[in-house]
């Protein structure tokens, strides 16, 4: 026999789900025949796996340790014990159900392909190492997960949850646009107004690229940008623009492929961008990703989660590189939200 006792982060599952991370390798009809039996019993009664599990909340599975450790995979957190994955977090906000972070450009949001190390892993290993560490009970069957996406070679904040209450609220948010997003960039050109560009986006997935159409098309999705326009450089005779980008919609490439279709890619993007203009970034500056931060999140009042987020703000500071480009520009270093 073994008992499972429920913990924050776990708390808010149903209880199949709860049971089918513990151990990923049984089939669901398994649990559902020892629930039946009483061999899997919540709180010492029958249950039938659809009750919402709570932190302290007593699982007991009359089963033998070999069946146990059959239906597990080998590198199933268990107790503390996990494979972990070195990498140093910029933090910007941490409480019991979320976590933000200021992500590096070059690292993934998530796993391409199953040998990947992305966000979630270095978050995950964060986490693990953390509880290790002051000695705290550790999810017996969730693992942190991420409520927004960035394209791997663009920096800034990603909101990660840690319980799967964090996960909901702000995946919810999220999804119901309660939080808005913006994001800096320095864009080929001068861009004297502030706009507000709509379309529809293209997504071709055999190229892994989009196109921006003014016309609804088979499979197209709704797109809504805003930019404003905040300092101006020169590089030669080009001008650049360092823009402050509202994504009211939320496509993946949305950003670079509206501008792109603007005539003002922005500098540093090797897919949407002008090629001598990435070539004259990469020679002079080392460049080799587009110059996009995903810099402030500003959260809203939405019913469904607790009060304490209510119009929370976070800002993840601009990484050294896009500044010291932007210097070299002429452009001043202290611009809105900066000081």
Not at 131 to 154: E, H, K, M, P
Not at 157 to 175: D, Y
């Amino acid at each position: 026999m073994q008992v499972l006792s429920v913990t924050l982060q776990d708390e808010g599952q149903r209880l199949d789900k709860f049971l089918a991370k513990f151990m990923p390798e049984a089939p669901k009809s398994f649990f559902y025949k020892m629930m039946r039996k009483k061999n899997i019993v919540l709180n010492g009664k029958k249950t039938d796996g659809s009750e919402r599990i709570m932190a302290g909340d007593e699982i007991k599975l009359f089963l033998s340790d070999t069946t146990i450790a059959d239906f597990k995979k080998k590198d199933t957190l268990e107790h503390g014990i996990k494979n972990t994955v070195s990498c140093h977090l910029d933090i910007i906000y941490e409480d019991s159900d979320i976590l933000v972070i200021n992500k590096p450009a070059g690292m993934l949001s998530q796993k391409a392909d199953k040998n990947d190390v992305s966000a979630v892993e270095y978050i995950n290993s964060y986490l693990l190492q953390k509880q290790q560490s002051v000695n705290t009970d550790i999810s017996l069957a969730f693992n942190a997960g991420i409520c927004n996406r960035l394209d791997r070679n663009t920096s800034g904040l990603i909101v990660a949850g840690k319980s799967v209450k964090g996960l909901q609220w702000m995946g919810s948010m999220f999804r119901q646009r309660k939080i808005k997003k913006y994001y800096l960039c320095i864009v080929k050109g001068k861009l004297k107004e502030s706009a507000r560009l709509s379309g529809y986006l293209v997504k071709h997935e055999n190229h892994n690229n989009v196109t921006i159409t003014q016309h609804e098309t088979a499979g197209s999705s709704k797109i809504i940008t805003e930019y404003m326009p905040l300092q101006y450089g020169k590089l030669g005779i080009e001008d650049y623009t360092l823009l402050k980008v509202h994504l009211v919609t939320g496509k993946a490439h949305q950003i670079r492929a509206h501008l792109k279709s603007t005539g003002h890619p922005v500098v540093g993007d090797a897919k949407y961008g002008h090629k001598d203009i990435y070539q004259i970034f990469r020679r002079r500056f080392g460049l080799k990703h587009q110059l996009l931060h995903a810099w402030r999140l500003e959260l809203g009042t939405y019913e469904d989660i607790p009060e304490k987020y209510h119009k929370m703000v976070f800002e993840a500071p601009v990484p050294k590189e896009f500044k010291d480009i932007m210097k070299s520009l002429g452009m001043s270093l202290v611009f809105e939200g900066e000081g």
